[in-house]
């Protein structure tokens, strides 16, 4: 597959051109670590398309990526999965809908919510696997949708932070059921496409997604995708104007060049195979160390251990993984998350087998796995966000509204809505997660 982002650039460094125009680098300045990257890094001169408005070699770049993934129109952000979910609920702020959303969401929809003022109504696990993850049931979400008195969306997050995946599908049928849009946030998915079997969201029936390139592929952070299913939901420059009311006007050459590469790789069969490798090697991993360690369902690159199943503190084998020169994802007391890729090596599996074979954990209780809380609503999002504001300790905030969303990043997902009451339930579970004050409505 071609990459005219990617030779575009490399070629305008070869001609050694005067630059005559931003960035001030001329690429020539900056930190020595960053030189090539710097004489690769450019503006929207003659040639270089423009994004917001992408008729070039941009817009050629993003077809080769709507065409790996299926899509009607698959657009590039360098503001990650968070400017896709802006723009997302801007197009439905436009065409009018109701947003319906599953609660464990990530706070970059709660602050896209405080930017448009949209309202949201949230549907709760039935089971909740501490406060990032959770089974929904599609009952629930067809009860709200029979109530709307308007068109609506519907807003998921798959795979979720521990890697569990909702059931994309039958949201699908759903959704269409009730002339509703399905929204999802697929930021830890962009390699779902490319499996064995078909579980992208799109594949799947999702009308519009996003995926964060930088989380499981090779693009660079802050490059995201956002995919529109049918070319009879919205035109294209529609999304791009909702785009650009967010984005910034100067979005990253390197990150868009990233994403043009990220096309050549996911073409070639050597990433399938690179990827097939890396999901033997995970399987192979979760057969020999089951039972010992639990492991949670969901996406295969996600290798997600439950701790509390296994009688350890996630924070434990954490640590234990760093002073061997480890990096996890993500640990809390219950869950350790290892995200892989097709990137990882044997070396990374063998390195990562032996730890997990010599580690020898302190039994622990790792306490009650929380629930997201379901506090009192008392006013809107936007309305508690924007207002005036002080920050409290934790432990005195009870009976004061919520303000900001406070949550630890990673995982981001918010305890406590701004516009909620905090009480005591909300407060244990701040406490669960480390969180020491709160930002409250004065
Ligand atoms: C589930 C989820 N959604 C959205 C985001 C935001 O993605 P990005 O960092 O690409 O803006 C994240 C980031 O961690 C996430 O975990």
Redesign the pocket.
Known sequence: MNTPVYDFLIQYAERDPVRLHMPGHKGRFGAPALQRATTLDLTEITGADSLFEAEGILAESERNAASLYGTAYTFYSCG???LC?QTMLLLMKQQGRAVLAARNV?R?FLNACVLLDLPVQWIYPRESDGILSGTYDLADFEAALQQQTRPACVYV?SPD?LGRMADIAGLAELCHRYHAKLLV?N??GAHLAFLPWRCHPIQLGADYCCD?A??MLSGLTGT?YLHVRSDIDVEPERVRDAMAMFGSTSPSYLMLASLDWCNRELASPLFRKQLEEVLDRIQQLKCRFSPRYCFVDGDPMHLTIDAAAGGFHGLELAAYLEQHEVFVEYADAFHVVLLCSAANTDRDFDILEQLLERFSPTPAESGEKYALPRPEKVCGIREAALAPQEIVPIGESSGRICAAVKVPC?P?VPIVLSGERIDARCIAVCEAYGITEISVVQ
């Open positions: 990650g999965s968070t979910i990530h970059a997050t932070y946030d930021a830890h964060s930088h989380k995201a990673p981001a």
